[in-house]
């Protein structure tokens, strides 16, 4: 690999950080044949419940180089979203801390953006496209193959210093970059508290969930009426859930971040049980027109409290 490209690399981390993300890894665009075959495997067993979206396109979800043509490298970076705001004591109901805030698939696409107008003052126009949870990409796999984390137990990419609070998002490039980053090893060792902190079981394998057991599936992506069976475990979350996360012991002592997009507004955290059975359509939104919540709707979302009072 050329000099320069080794420099460019160094560079692009740089102006990464510099724009606000927390850490950055590059690789080179390849087929990636072990997360392909247990995703099939998943898969085949079921384990999508109702996410029917996830068996197309497996191809281009596990080779970049089909999702954009002439693609070189992968570019991976995070984000860390956790907040020490915390929903009142009065809340009951609970909001899954990363859709607290604003909705950061529009604030990661501009930050992506930004950060390609700063590369391309150094590199001139190349090709490219950004993500973030917005298309078929394998985020988890292309953040641990960069050195950015590991895959833990609860399935999710688990930072040394963010803990699992992070977004993950990509720019696929042209650009023929170093890949010096190697895959992070595994620190989760022997501990278990996030498959003993779901009260559904739906970690049925360290890495691995059942989503037709878990309750952020249930909150967020299942649109018909939550199972009788189910409502006794949603432990009153009715948008996502933070079980597992809450007990890692990366998750315990974390950094603030000083971008308070992702922090929730007054109004959300001093909602009340009461206010939150008693929510009119106009309040739902104004809480969340800047949240991806809405995309949940007000009817759904009164339905999940429904759900879990009953």
């Known amino acids: 690999m050329p000099a320069e490209s080794f420099e460019l690399s160094g560079r692009i981390k740089q102006l ?24 099939r495997q998943w898969l085949a067993e079921n384990r999508h419940a109702g996410m029917s979206y996830l068996e197309k396109n497996i191809e281009k979800r596990m080779n970049p180089a089909l999702l954009h043509e002439g693609a070189a490298s992968v570019i991976s970076l ?81 930072t040394k210093k963010h803990g699992s609070f992070v977004f993950i998002c990509e720019i696929i490039c042209n650009l023929k970059l170093s890949t010096n980053d190697t895959e992070s ?37 299942y649109k018909d009426e939550i199972p009788d069976s189910f409502k006794p475990f949603l432990n009153r979350n009715i948008y996502g859930c933070d079980m ?6 990366y998750n315990q002592k974390l950094p603030v971040n000083p971008d308070n997009w992702f922090d929730p507004s007054s109004a959300l955290l001093n909602m009340t049980r009461e206010d939150w059975e008693n929510m009119s359509p106009e309040n739902f939104r104004f809480l969340f027109r800047n949240s991806g919540i809405s995309r949940l709707t007000y009817t759904g979302l009164m339905n999940k409290i429904r759900s879990v009072t009953e």
Do not use: M
Request: proline content about 4%; some cysteine.
């Open 244 to 249: 597992c996360q809450d007990v890692c012991p």
């Open 78 to 158: 995070l984000y860390p979203y956790y907040s020490e705001k915390q929903q009142h004591p009065d809340s009951w109901y609970k909001i899954a801390r990363f859709a607290r805030g604003a909705d950061y698939h529009i604030v990661l696409k501009e930050k992506l953006h930004s950060l390609i107008e700063r590369i391309t003052e150094i590199t001139g126009e190349f090709s490219y496209r950004v993500f973030t949870d917005s298309a078929p990409v394998a985020e988890k796999s292309w953040a641990a193959l960069s050195g950015l984390g590991w895959i833990g137990k609860n399935s999710l990419l688990i």
């Open 16 to 39: 990464a950080l510099e724009t606000g993300f927390a850490a950055c890894g590059i690789n080179t665009v390849k087929h990636l044949e072990n997360p392909d075959r247990i995703f």
């Open 185 to 221: 090893a595994n620190f989760c060792g022997n501990c278990t508290k996030c498959i003993e902190a779901c009260p559904t079981q739906a970690i049925y394998e360290a890495g691995k969930i059942d989503a037709g057991r878990c309750i952020a599936y249930h909150t967020i992506e």
